[in-house]
T-cell receptor, first 115, second 114 residues
Framework: DAGVIQSPRHEVTEMGQEVTLRCKPI?????LFWYRQTMMRGLELLIYFNNNVPIDDSGMPEDRFSAKMPNASFSTLKIQPSEPRDSAVYFCASSAPGLARYEQYFGPGTRLTVT | GENVEQHPSTLSVQEGDSAVIKCTYS??????FPWYKQELGKGPQLIIDIRSNVGEKKDQRIAVTLNKTAKHFSLHITETQPEDSAVYFCAASRSGGSNYKLTFGKGTLLTVNP
């Protein structure tokens, strides 16, 4: 199993530009989570999906952030326009059906720097 | 919403010693408590978890204890090794229905000195 795959691993962009982060969950997993990690705020849940449907987006900081899951094997997190305060590591995680759905498996993260 | 406090923020031990990290949570309805280990440049990795119907769980050198009355849970690592050096996160979840939302503590940087 390849695990959760995220791309790109590093992204450097200028303020005002659009940024798209990508995630491929583990095959067969039906929950997908997007997190943001910063020194100040730690790990924060942004949004999560079940069977491609958004369940809770209360952690999305503002309208500049949007997330989609067009199918079971792909999700995107988009920031438009980006701002320096969006600089962080963004993680995607997924979990399997049944009792194992409590166990979230994280990807390697995308380190975003907005200058 | 749920609030998870984690202590200490940093912990330094000698190889072979034990390490204990403690967390408290606010939502009495929380029923799932995982611990994650994050190495530099990597995503968090689940190392052990405990559910509210269990008071203690062990897996080789690591153990987790849960006190639901006091709303706190702890991670215990015995016979620490240099490869245990990492950031450890506790989390809590009020899981059920379609809600599998984890609230994380701020993390503990554990350093095991050889």
């Amino acid at each position: 199993d390849a695990g959760v795959i995220q791309s790109p691993r590093h992204e450097v962009t200028e303020m005002g530009q659009e940024v798209t982060l990508r995630c491929k969950p583990i095959s067969g997993h039906d929950y997908l989570f997007w997190y943001r990690q910063t020194m100040m705020r730690g790990l924060e849940l942004l949004i999560y999906f079940n069977n491609n449907v958004p369940i809770d987006d209360s952690g999305m900081p503002e309208d500049r952030f949007s997330a989609k899951m067009p199918n079971a094997s792909f999700s995107t997190l988009k920031i438009q326009p980006s701002e320096p305060r969006d600089s962080a590591v963004y993680f995607c995680a997924s979990s399997a059906p049944g009792l194992a759905r409590y166990e979230q498996y994280f990807g390697p993260g995308t380190r975003l720097t907005v200058t | 919403g749920e609030n998870v406090e984690q202590h200490p923020s940093t912990l330094s031990v000698q190889e072979g010693d034990s390490a204990v990290i403690k967390c408290t949570y606010s939502d009495s309805a929380s029923n799932y408590f995982p611990w994650y280990k994050q190495e530099l440049g990597k995503g968090p990795q689940l190392i052990i978890d405990i559910r509210s119907n269990v008071g203690e769980k062990k897996d080789q050198r690591i153990a987790v204890t849960l006190n639901k009355t006091a709303k706190h849970f702890s991670l215990h690592i015995t016979e620490t090794q240099p490869e245990d050096s990492a950031v450890y996160f506790c989390a809590a979840s009020r899981s059920g229905g379609s809600n599998y939302k984890l609230t994380f503590g701020k993390g503990t940087l554990l350093t095991v000195n050889p």
